[in-house]
């Protein structure tokens, strides 16, 4: 197969560095269609673990194609894979992003939501393509360890988990996340607006939230107020 500069339509995605490649095997081994390696890459321990870990993919070494599919020049190490679907734990607590465009800050609040043990990221469209090699590339492998589960609106979200407690983080809400106590038992769901208009209106409510700081600055960026949020609500649990 011939594979070509990613396109959003195409059936399949591709990690770009070493890391990244080896979370997806590591997670996603079912996925895999081709491994790609640079001819001058010597790293001996993550080529036994590349053999060991894709008995069953083959393992290509062609300098031509990962030039031609990586816009950097120090990738060494590509993973293809067939595109899979994800839902959300309704158990487990969720982020919502509202129509985020920002391919790197998604990856980027990926990360984060990973670290703090958020492993449910629900999109309400138009969004991004979540597959896109620059969100993987962000997100550091994070990615392949999350479910994402795209919706056509934030009332087909809250059928879909009727049980969440929702926190839309917003300049105007009253009540200040650094004074908020989370419910012990009860999943949540932080809900965050677009890079740049933020949440509309409709969104506030008696549980929206605010994290206050200093009047130096109108906001914070999308990815540090996801973290800031994440931080604070884990922690409460671990208080």
């Not at 594979?3 to 996603?28: M, N, Q, R, V, W």
């Not at 917003?170 to 989370?182: G, I, W």
């Not at 008696?206 to 949020?229: C, F, K, R, Y």
Request: aromatic share 12%.
């Amino acid at each position: 197969m011939d594979f070509k500069s990613y396109k959003k339509d195409a059936f399949y995605s591709y990690t770009l560095g070493a890391f990244p490649t080896l979370e997806l095997i590591h997670k996603h081994p079912e996925t895999l269609l081709k491994i790609i390696l640079h001819s001058s890459f010597q790293n001996e321990d993550v080529l036994k673990q590349i053999q060991q870990m894709t008995s069953h993919c083959e393992i290509q070494i062609n300098d031509r194609l990962i030039s031609r599919l990586s816009p950097k020049e120090n990738c060494y190490v590509l993973g293809i894979f067939k595109k899979y679907t994800m839902e959300l734990n309704e158990k487990e607590n969720h982020i919502l992003l509202v129509n985020p465009m920002n391919m790197g800050n998604f990856g980027t609040i990926v990360r984060s939501a990973l670290g703090f043990n958020f492993q449910n990221i629900a999109l309400l469209t138009p969004c991004i393509d979540i597959f896109d090699p620059k969100v993987l590339r962000a997100s550091m492998g994070s990615f392949f360890h999350v479910s994402i589960q795209i919706f056509s609106s934030f009332e087909n979200y809250k059928k879909t988990f009727p049980n969440h407690e929702i926190h839309s983080f917003m300049l105007q809400a009253k009540q200040n996340l650094q004074h908020y106590t989370f419910p012990k038992e009860k999943a949540v769901t932080f809900v965050f607006g677009n890079e740049s208009s933020g949440l509309d209106a409709s969104y506030l409510d008696e549980n929206s939230l605010i994290i206050s700081h200093e009047n130096n600055i109108d906001s914070l960026n999308l990815p540090t107020a996801v973290g800031i949020a994440l931080y604070e609500y884990q922690k409460q649990k671990h208080s």
